[in-house]
């Protein structure tokens, strides 16, 4: 349910309406715009009566929501989401808004070499986050599962190095305590229903990038979101990085209208990793053009110093020089859009 009210309401009547919900055993989330403030309320609403909460003269109107996620609704939050991300300087990241960011990096840490020289070469192209996996959801148990502990003490190292903040995939809450100095947790698509560990993320004081499953509808992907948000952790980006279909010729099949659909739907920032959509390098420039194109928020996108010799992924990661020239085609779209990179 949403209750938008009236301009200029009184802070001592509004608390007053929230407390009546609070003892109802119901919860709010209270969306301040420039004109108007819209109080979200979650959980059954079923026994509210709509008339009586009209009668209160600080509201304006009352709407049901329809849809089962909540917190994640625009109709709760109608201004978009900007997640911030603090970066080692002291300065800040944003994520969303008018801001397009771009995350950028190996698929996983190999050794510190490898993680120091893409951290740099990325950085010096404007890329604002560094990726790189240290625990990695591999389809064959033989294949390199990641440096784990050590991959990140590389990231940390890399971070160091370049100022860029991190973004690794969490695969497990047993490895919660290792990404304490992490500043975004990336749930990949494999964990993306995995439940108790999204609750127990929407506890943690990190922004979370919440990849999409790889055969999950947009509700369920937004009912994801909502289980992190439900328990206070509003800081969550989507990241589109495709889905299922019959296609063979690419990895996966990048939905591109997921992404006006999401921005229509949710006021949560919107990524897209090109990378992982597609699965072959030449295809990421043009997926990231429409990921632009389409109102995306930011790209992810896979760069390894050597390709031909990455112990995961390579087949799919540009090189830096590649990655240079795809954020030199990205950053003339944008200023043709008046969007800024980064
Ligand atoms: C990744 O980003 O390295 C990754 C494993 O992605 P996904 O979860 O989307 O497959
Ligand atoms: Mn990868």
Redesign the pocket.
């Known amino acids: 349910m949403i209750i938008v009210l009236k301009p200029k309401a009184e802070e001592k009547k509004i608390q007053a309406l929230l407390e009546g919900f609070t003892q109802m055993g119901l919860s709010h989330n209270v969306s301040a715009g420039a004109h108007t403030t819209i109080v979200g309320i979650i959980g059954d609403t079923s026994k509210v009566d709509v008339d009586s909460v009209l009668a209160n003269d600080i509201v304006e109107d009352v709407k049901r929501v329809s849809e089962p996620y909540k917190a994640a609704n625009r109709k709760f939050h109608p201004d978009d989401t900007v997640v911030e991300i603090p970066t080692p300087s002291g300065g800040v990241e944003r994520v969303g808004g008018e801001h397009f960011t771009v995350v950028a990096g190996p698929?996983?840490v190999e050794n510190e070499e490898q993680i120091v020289e893409v951290a740099q070469a990325v950085k010096r192209s404007g890329a604002r986050l560094l990726?790189g996996?240290a625990f990695?959801?591999r389809t064959s148990p033989y294949a390199f599962q990641g440096l784990h502990e050590r991959g990140i003490e590389l990231l940390l190292l890399a971070k160091k190095e370049t100022g860029l903040p991190i973004v690794t995939?969490l695969m497990s809450l047993h490895h919660l305590d290792l990404f304490r100095d992490v500043d975004v947790i990336?749930v990949?698509?494999?964990n993306m229903q995995n439940f108790e560990m999204l609750k127990e993320l929407g506890h943690c004081d990190k922004p979370i990038l919440l990849?999409r499953g790889l055969a999950n509808t947009i509700e369920e992907w937004l009912m994801s979101a909502e289980y992190i948000m439900a328990g206070g952790n509003h800081r969550v980006i989507l990241?589109e990085?495709g889905i299922r279909t019959f296609e063979t010729m690419t990895r996966n099949t990048l939905d591109i209208s997921a992404i006006p659909m999401l921005k229509h739907q949710s006021h949560l920032p919107v990524m897209v990793?090109p990378s992982?959509a597609a699965g072959i390098p030449w295809m990421v420039e043009p997926l990231s053009k429409a990921a632009v194109a389409a109102g995306a928020d930011g790209v992810?996108i896979?760069v390894h110093n050597n390709p031909g010799k990455a112990l995961c992924?390579g087949a799919q990661s540009l090189t830096p020089g590649q990655f240079g020239q795809v954020m030199g085609k990205l950053s003339r779209q944008l200023e043709f859009e008046g969007r800024v990179l980064g």
Request: with cysteine; hydrophobic share 10%.
């Open positions: 698929c996983s990726r996996g990695k959801p995939e990336q990949g698509a494999r990849k990241c990085r990793d992982h992810m896979e992924d």
